[in-house]
Every structure is written in structure tokens, then in C-alpha cells.
């Protein structure tokens, strides 16, 4: 099967009124994994994120925490930057609507669309939703709520401006109709053209300044800025040099796959491709909707406490197991549930026991009895095909999966071959052939189980980069800055014979589900450390003395090292009626940047103290578990200087 000849993918940009959640890691990391396995294809790729940063959203959020607009979205969009960077993303554009290099592209596709009568002004009455930042007809409502989120609608009547959306609906039908790929998978493309059965209006893509003043300015009417969706959908071209750099533009547009959550399904699939109708630009090959994180049978929702935090799910499993269970437990197109439980089950089956554990086998055989020299390529055997055909069709799999947006199918099959590396282990008994007699055939077992583990360990680096890039190192892999090449995972007998293999840690430490609490090694992100039993307290207080203790939770707003000290923290904090400044023992085990944002608890009523020069009003609190030390944090969202009781 050809390689396509370039690979433009995109995620939709994300609010900036709360921080991420694990639909918003889920769609990026399924975006790292297709682009980190078509780079390994020798396609070249570009892989774009960002955030939306304008609307009545986060005008709102601003405004309940008492700042900017400006200064909501530089606050939170570093939760983002740090999130991707703990999740090992690797994208090659992060794309903020705040940028100039987005308003300007913005605001000349409005004034062209205005110039050419595509936009026209009139008089809308209507019922708004804000959390969608959305009009709909009384038709639309269900229930007088919003059809969408289920919340509260308002009546509006106002003067806007108009997008002539409905002049367009013939040929979207028809477009849709002839281009089976465009919307994937295909009951999304049935939902949409069955929205476009009934008579498509047109889209209002203003909101007047005295309502909504956040937004990019109307350039033929600064009374108005732009629909925040109007804005956020171009993004995909600006952040690719439309209208400023047509070379690069040229090379990558149309997009090759723009992911999207099946939420946000009638604004890729009918707003934006007549958008780029209306400005004269090709279509994107495919709009891909996937399905929703659920927890058991529920949505996951803030309301019922339920949301999955994806920090602190790398932080205590580590990113590449957390990255695994989304890429292998999701079949895409379809909702699936997340529970802890089912996290542990997962990690403990396929990486902890399969995978890890044939890794820890095979190499220490290889150390003990080879010197940790990788043993010679034996001769092929009828007893080895079909380990050789379990690794060698996963990896023929994994390339035709990619085009069919399979990929919980194609790790189903590289795990496959790791579970016949482990049965073929077992059957050929390596540590009965120990005897200097049987030296050879010992070196054919570890040689081809070693093999086995090279082209898993290939086939999976997309999904895991760190831990495969562990394994292979340990295999004596010299590798490329890119990574492996998809095309030598399918061909046998890659290692080199002699090559230097090195001593390898537990990749995947099994998780005691006993345990009452598993947590893992803050410094490292490796699961499996236990917490250390806690001793007897040695001082009990009444609760007259707890209660002069003022604990409150607090905003990190700053962060930085303290001159000369190799453990402490500076931070600058909120307490919702104050700023102030505290000095932390925590810098060995978080970098400045992964505080910034954080709610934190803190004893509000410490008698100041100076500790290295600086002063410190206050003291925030942390769990220390042998090495590992961590924040206190609150369950949910909290604003700064609440009481905690």
C-alpha cells in the first residue's frame, strides 16, 4: 500500500475557560500517534493543536475570576502547553486565536466574504445558548433547553450580520455524497446529511460589542466582533500560511485528517466546509468524529464529579501506560468507558505481564549467558513461523489500519505477537538449554523472542515513545532521530548479531491492586511505587488547636527558583482577597511551569518566616511517600481563598 505523499493532521483548538480534561488528551494524543507513525512512514507531517481563546465562554470565566479576558487565557493555556508536554506530544504548530498571525487571516476572510455580498446585515430574533455560543429556532429547542448541552436558553433579538450558509447546501449534499471519506466513520455521515434534510439557514457570524466585546473585531463594523466559531474554524489554514506564505500553504492544505469530538460534528462537517467553499479552497480529505469518554454509562461532566484529570493519571501511571489504554480501549467512532479499575486490569495484563515481562526474560538470559551480546540469527526453523508471522503481520496490519482509522485493532494485533513471543518462550524452555552443548539453540530462542520485541517495540513506539525507546535501547537498537522505520519491522531478522545490549529496569512495574492506594514516582512518571506505611502519630490535638489552622486553597499565579538553593520555590499565589508570596522545598520535584495554574491548599495564618533571604507568608501543604512528594490538591473546581473544613 502506497504512503501518501504528505500527512497535514489537526485536533479542534480547545477553550481556554477551564483546564484540560481526558476528551481534550484523548483527541491530541490520537493525533501524536498518527503523526508520529507516518513520520516513521517517511511521510512528511504536520501536526497542528492549539487553543480558542475567544467568546462569551471565556469572557465569563474571566469575569467570575476577576481578570482579563487576556490574562484567563494566558493563565490557562499553559495548562494545556503543560499537559502536552507531560503526555510526550509532538506537535509541530501550537496555534493560540489571540495571535496576530490568526486575527489578521480572520478578519481579511471577513472582509473579502463582506466585499463579494457572501455576508449581509438583518435583524435576528432567536434563542442563544452561551456554553455553545449558538442560536437556535424554537424547533430546535427540547424541552425550551439548548438541543446541544441540555442548558438554559435565552431570547435575543438584535441587529447581526449573516454568512449566506444557505446558498450552499446543494452542493455540500453533493459533495458528501460523491466523497465517501470526507466524514468518517459513516454514521457520521449519515448524521449530517440527515441534518441537512431539512432547509439550512444562514449563519449568524457576529455578536454585538455591547454584549460580547471578547472577539476579533468585524473590520467593516468595529460596533461587532466575530462568531467565536467563525474564528476558531480558520485556524486549520492561518496557522498554515493562508493569505501570508503561500508555499508552505500549498504544501500542506487541504488537511489530510481533522479530528474532532462527535460533539462539534455539525460545525466541521457543514460550517466549515462551506466556509471554505465560500473563500475558494479545496476540502479537507477527512473530518474524522470520534466518540465520547464515559465513565461506566455517564458522560463525564463536572457537575457530577466524574471527570478524568489526565495529569494526574500520568503522573501516577505514567504517560505511555496512559497513552496505551486510550489508543487500545477506544474503538474509534464509538463512546467508550473509562474506570481506574479498568486502567490497572489493562496495564497489569498487557504491559506489566506480557510485554514487560518477556522484555525482563529475554534480556537477562541474553546478559547472563552472552555477556550481553545479542546471541547470532539462527537458522529459520518450522518451529519458530509462527512467532516470525504473528510479529511480521502486525506489522503488515498496523500499516493498513492507519488508513482505516483502526488502531485499537492493529495494538490488538501487536499484542497479539507479544502474547506468542511469551508462548514461544515457554515452549522452547530457554533455561533447560543452559548446558554448553545446547549454546546454540539457547541463542536461537533469545534471538528470535529478542526479534519479536524489536518489531513490537517498532510497531508500539508511536504509542509509547519513551518505554519502547527504553526497550529498544536495551536491544542494542542504534536508532535514527525519527525513530524506527515501519518498513524494517517488516522484514525478519533486523537485530544485529554481536550488537551490544544494555541492562533494562522494569518498563511496566505491576500495579498491587490490593494495595489501598497505589501512586507513582512523581520525579519519573514510572508506576508501581507503593506509598510507605504511615507511622502512629506521635501528638494528638484537640480540635480547638486544628481549628486555629486556616487552610485555604490557592492559585499559583508565578513560580520561580530561588537563587542558590537547589530545593526551593518561589511562588506568587492568590487568595482570592490577596496575592502573596510563599517559598516551597518542592523544586525536585516540579519545575516552575508545572505549578503555574495549579489550586493548591495552604496554612493562610503562618507566622511569616524568611528562608534563604526571602520571605515566605505562609506554607503550602504536600504528601511525601519515600521519595515522591506531591501537592494537596481539591477534588474539582474551587476558587482561591476557599475555607477548607
Not at 473579502?112 to 455560543?133: F, K, M, N, S, T
Not at 532521530?481 to 518498563?507: D, F, H, I, T, Y
Not at 528562608?611 to 521519595?627: C, D, N, Y
Request: hydrophobic share 40%; with cysteine.
Amino acid at each position: 500500500m502506497d504512503a501518501p505523499s504528505r500527512f497535514y493532521v489537526t485536533t479542534p483548538i480547545y477553550y481556554v475557560n477551564d483546564k484540560p480534561h481526558i476528551g481534550h488528551a484523548y483527541t491530541t494524543i490520537l493525533a501524536d500517534v498518527l503523526a508520529r507513525y507516518h513520520r516513521l512512514l517517511g511521510v512528511p507531517t504536520w501536526f497542528l493543536t492549539g487553543t480558542d481563546e475567544h467568546g462569551q465562554k471565556v469572557q465569563r470565566a474571566a469575569e467570575e475570576n476577576g481578570i482579563s479576558p487576556q490574562e484567563q487565557c494566558d493563565r490557562t493555556v499553559v495548562r494545556f502547553l503543560g499537559l502536552w508536554e507531560k503526555l510526550d506530544i509532538t506537535c509541530d504548530d501550537f496555534i493560540r486565536t489571540t495571535e496576530s498571525r490568526h486575527i489578521e487571516v480572520v478578519q481579511g476572510i471577513l472582509q473579502d466574504l463582506y466585499d463579494r455580498g457572501e455576508i449581509y446585515a438583518d435583524d435576528y430574533q432567536g434563542w442563544y445558548c452561551v456554553p455553545c455560543e449558538r442560536f437556535f429556532t424554537e424547533k430546535d429547542l427540547v424541552g425550551d433547553k439548548c438541543p446541544e448541552c441540555g442548558r438554559a436558553v435565552e431570547r435575543l433579538v438584535e441587529r447581526n450580520y449573516f454568512f449566506r450558509m444557505s446558498r450552499y447546501q446543494d452542493w455540500l449534499v453533493e459533495h458528501i455524497r460523491t466523497h465517501p471519506d470526507f466524514i468518517r466513520p459513516e454514521h457520521r455521515r449519515q448524521e449530517t446529511l440527515g441534518f441537512l434534510r431539512q432547509p439550512l439557514g444562514d449563519l449568524c457570524i457576529s455578536r454585538p460589542k455591547a454584549r460580547l466585546a471578547w472577539g476579533i473585531e468585524l473590520p467593516f463594523d468595529s460596533d461587532y466582533v466575530t462568531y467565536v466559531w467563525f474564528d476558531a474554524l480558520i485556524n486549520y489554514i492561518s496557522a498554515v500560511g493562508y493569505g501570508k506564505d503561500p508555499e508552505t500553504f500549498r504544501r500542506w492544505w487541504p488537511a489530510s485528517m481533522q479530528l474532532i469530538g462527535k460533539d462539534i460534528l455539525t460545525t466541521h462537517t457543514v460550517y466549515w466546509p462551506i466556509m471554505l467553499r465560500a473563500v475558494g479552497l479545496p476540502m479537507p480529505d477527512t473530518v474524522f468524529a470520534h466518540g465520547w469518554w464515559l465513565v461506566g454509562k455517564d458522560k463525564m461532566s463536572k457537575s457530577l464529579g466524574n471527570v478524568v484529570n489526565p495529569m494526574e493519571m500520568a503522573e501516577r501511571y505514567g504517560a505511555d501506560a496512559f497513552r496505551y489504554f486510550l489508543m487500545a480501549e477506544m474503538t474509534l467512532g464509538q463512546d467508550a468507558s473509562f474506570t481506574e479499575q479498568a486502567f490497572v486490569t489493562r496495564y497489569n495484563a498487557d504491559l506489566a505481564n506480557d510485554l514487560g515481562n518477556l522484555a525482563s526474560r529475554v534480556l537477562k538470559m541474553v546478559f547472563r549467558h552472552f555477556d550481553g551480546k545479542m546471541p547470532p540469527k539462527p537458522p529459520p526453523k518450522e518451529s519458530d513461523a509462527p512467532l516470525r508471522e504473528a510479529a511480521l503481520s502486525a506489522a503488515r496490519e498496523m500499516e493498513k489500519v492507519l488508513r482505516q482509522m483502526q488502531l485499537d485493532r492493529g495494538m490488538a494485533r501487536v499484542m497479539a505477537a507479544v502474547r506468542e513471543g511469551n508462548r514461544y518462550f515457554e515452549k522452547s524452555a530457554p533455561w533447560k538449554l543452559t548446558a554448553p552443548e545446547n549454546r546454540a539453540q539457547l541463542g536461537g530462542v533469545l534471538y528470535n523472542t529478542a526479534e519479536c520485541l524489536r518489531i513490537v517495540s517498532g510497531l508500539f513506539y508511536p504509542v509509547m515513545p519513551e518505554r519502547m525507546g527504553l526497550l529498544r535501547q536495551a536491544l542494542g537498537i542504534a536508532e535514527e532521530p525519527v525513530g524506527p522505520r515501519l518498513e524494517l519491522l517488516q522484514e525478519w531478522g533486523g537485530l544485529g548479531p554481536g550488537g551490544a545490549c544494555r541492562p533494562l529496569k522494569a518498563l511496566f512495574p505491576r500495579i498491587d491492586v490490593r494495595a489501598k492506594s497505589v501512586i507513582a514516582t512523581a520525579a519519573s512518571g514510572k508506576p508501581g511505587a507503593k506509598r510507605e506505611p504511615a507511622g502512629e502519630s506521635k501528638e494528638q490535638i484537640d480540635l480547638e488547636t486544628f481549628g486555629r489552622m486556616q487552610l485555604r486553597t490557592a492559585v499559583v499565579l508565578e513560580a520561580e527558583r530561588v537563587e542558590g538553593a537547589k530545593k526551593l520555590l518561589k511562588l506568587r499565589i492568590d487568595l482570592g482577597d490577596e496575592q502573596r508570596q510563599l517559598v516551597a522545598g518542592v523544586a525536585e520535584h516540579y519545575r516552575p511551569e508545572e505549578l503555574t495554574g495549579k489550586t493548591i491548599v495552604v496554612v493562610a495564618n503562618l507566622k511569616p518566616a524568611v528562608i534563604r533571604g526571602v520571605e515566605s507568608q505562609g506554607m503550602l501543604l504536600a504528601a511525601k511517600a519515600g521519595k515522591a512528594l506531591r501537592l494537596l490538591t481539591v477534588d474539582g473546581e474551587v476558587p482561591p481563598g476557599a475555607d477548607i473544613s
